[in-house]
């Protein structure tokens, strides 16, 4: 993979501490989202956003608030080996928002239950993985107009 263009960029952040103080129950949401496209000079753009919400259950106040967003700009030249290096990207990027919950959350982290969305492991053969891999050859085949079979 030749890479243009590289951003990984904390769009959002809050947190508010007091709010553990005074409260014990919550109401999380995290996911991500990923999206391939087309770009100028037959470059692939991928946008990789996670997000990560507390809230209050009752009231719906939100006081934990975090997204992030990772940009590539790139020219795929092995599809099988590049889509696993963005997987690793996400993989870094991943336990990067963990890090900084945990860091900015203090001794409140274990409250958040955070799940791991990471698709991390040593050894290539666990099926989570390899899904992550395929899942990332299907997109990049979707954007570039190819059959993704």
Same mark, same amino acid.
């Given at each position: ?58 009231? !719906?106040?939100?006081?934990? @608030?975090?997204? &992030?967003?990772?940009? /590539?700009?790139? +020219?795929?030249?092995? *599809? ?37 969305? !990471?698709?991390?492991?040593? @050894?290539?053969? &666990?099926?989570?993985? /390899?899904?992550? +891999?395929?899942?990332? *050859? ?12």
């Amino acid at each position: 993979m030749k890479i243009l263009k590289k951003h990984n960029t904390l769009l959002q952040y809050s947190i508010n501490l007091l709010y553990f103080e005074k409260n014990s129950e919550l109401k999380q949401t995290q996911y991500t989202s990923s999206h391939w496209t087309m770009g100028a000079e037959n470059s692939l753009l991928l946008q990789y956003d996670i997000f990560f919400y507390a809230k209050n259950p009752i009231t !719906n106040e939100c006081f934990v @608030n975090y997204h &992030n967003r990772f940009d /590539l700009q790139c +020219i795929i030249e092995d *599809i099988v080996v590049d889509a696993e290096e963005v997987v690793k990207f996400k993989e870094i990027i991943n336990v990067s928002a963990q890090l900084f919950l945990m860091q900015n959350t203090k001794d409140y982290y274990y409250l958040l239950n955070f799940n791991e969305m !990471n698709l991390t492991s040593d @050894n290539n053969q &666990n099926p989570t993985r /390899l899904s992550g +891999i395929d899942l990332e *050859i299907k997109s990049v085949k979707k954007a570039m107009g190819i059959s993704p079979i």
